[in-house]
């Protein structure tokens, strides 16, 4: 019976943002035994993915409320559902694993759980961010990288992006914590990660985070700049978080290097390029690249791979000699993200096969 629950649980978390693949291994059941019992399976698949009172969720399923309620706040509590509170009104939903289950053990993540993930990245979840294809998260540029006189789309401006957010919630990269728990770790900065709006709350409620104004937000994001992480907000032109990414634990920077072409399947709107005669091969550029798109050629001079450049800007913002900058893409290369989390969820849908 539980090996049934949590394959069905699998299948059901598989439908959802980037999915929850199957393995040879079986290492995904591994780890929903490790986050679920069995009776929380259940309740899992019998949830709504929008937002219910506890009084909807017994009412369906046929149980007294007072038991789901102190069960599914529960579950809340452990990342296991979202919660939305709303004066005395609390509504509950169920998840995917990304961004979901995974990002909210941040506060509880140990190194067993971190060895499971570890495995279940390298069998079966890198490959589902590539199926992705930009749906998730995007790249957009370091702010320092673009030409000042540049008139820069709002959603792709990481400042005005904070700048409109009415709350702003930081917590530790999850990806960062799960490495260095199974001590792979790199030296980035960790509190790194930002959250808006409702998503924001949760992280807060749960201890998972702390609120922060403009100014400190604005500082964290220029110190993980300036350490060479790439700034990657959900696809959404209102994204609900913000993350700052390496290319040593960050999943989907890590799935886009196993990509020949990361230009192909990430969503975002610049290209680096080089000015040759500018260029005094330092290298400077080489170290910063998180996606090995830059390399010395025969003359001792750097050359950009462009089917692998995603346009972060890191490159340009620490070139001493001037020789690189971004370009902005055109015509049908430029891309609007989605207005919504909704429309964003559809596309993602979409790219993988789930919807027609």
Same mark, same amino acid.
């Given at each position: ?27 995904? @059941?591994?780890?929903?035994?490790? %986050? !679920? ?5 259940? =309740?899992?698949?019998?949830? *709504?993915?929008? &937002? $219910? ?41 169920? @998840?995917?694993?990304?961004?979901? %289950? !995974? ?5 509880? =993540?140990?190194?067993?759980? *971190?060895?499971? &993930? $570890? ?41 005005? @992006? ?84 390496c290319g040593d634990c960050c999943g989907v920077l890590r799935a886009l290097n196993q990509h020949p072409r990361p230009s192909e399947i990430v969503f975002s709107n610049y290209t680096a390029q080089i000015d ?12 910063r690249c998180q996606m090995n798109a830059l390399a010395m050629n025969d003359r001792e001079l750097a ?54």
């Open positions: 019976m539980a090996a049934d629950i949590f394959k069905q649980l699998r299948e059901q978390l598989n439908f959802l943002s980037i999915g929850f693949p199957e393995t040879a291994t079986g290492i995904e @059941i591994k780890i929903l035994k490790e %986050l !679920f019992t069995e009776d929380e399976a259940i =309740l899992f698949l019998s949830m *709504s993915h929008g &937002l $219910e009172k506890p009084e909807s969720i017994a009412q369906r399923i046929n149980r007294p409320l007072s038991e789901i309620a102190d069960q599914i706040e529960n579950m809340a509590r452990r990342g296991l559902l979202f919660r939305v509170k709303k004066g005395d009104t609390v509504r509950y939903a169920a @998840i995917p694993f990304v961004h979901g %289950l !995974f990002e909210f053990q941040v506060s509880r =993540l140990d190194r067993n759980l *971190s060895q499971l &993930l $570890e495995e279940y990245f390298q069998d079966g979840f890198l490959n589902a961010f590539n199926k992705s294809r930009g749906t998730f998260l995007r790249t957009i540029p370091v702010q320092k990288s673009l030409d000042a006189i540049r008139n820069v789309a709002a959603f792709d401006d990481a400042i005005e @992006i904070l700048k409109k957010m009415k709350q702003i919630v930081v917590t530790d990269c999850i990806c960062r914590k799960q490495k260095g728990l199974i001590d792979q770790s790199c030296d980035k900065p960790l509190e790194t990660c930002f959250m808006f709006g409702a998503m924001g709350q949760y992280y807060l409620d749960n201890r998972m985070g702390r609120k922060i104004d403009i100014d400190e937000a604005i500082q964290i994001l220029s110190d993980a700049q300036a350490a060479g992480l790439v700034t990657q907000p959900a696809t959404t032109q209102n994204p609900g978080g913000m993350c700052n990414c040759p005669e500018s260029c005094v091969g330092c290298q400077t550029c080489i170290d050359e950009i791979n462009p089917d692998r450049c995603i346009g972060c800007g890191l490159c340009v913002t620490t070139c001493p000699s001037g020789a690189l900058s971004l370009k902005q893409k055109t015509g049908d290369q430029f891309r609007v993200p989605p207005a919504t989390g909704a429309e964003q969820m559809a596309a993602m849908a979409k790219e993988r096969g789930m919807l027609s």
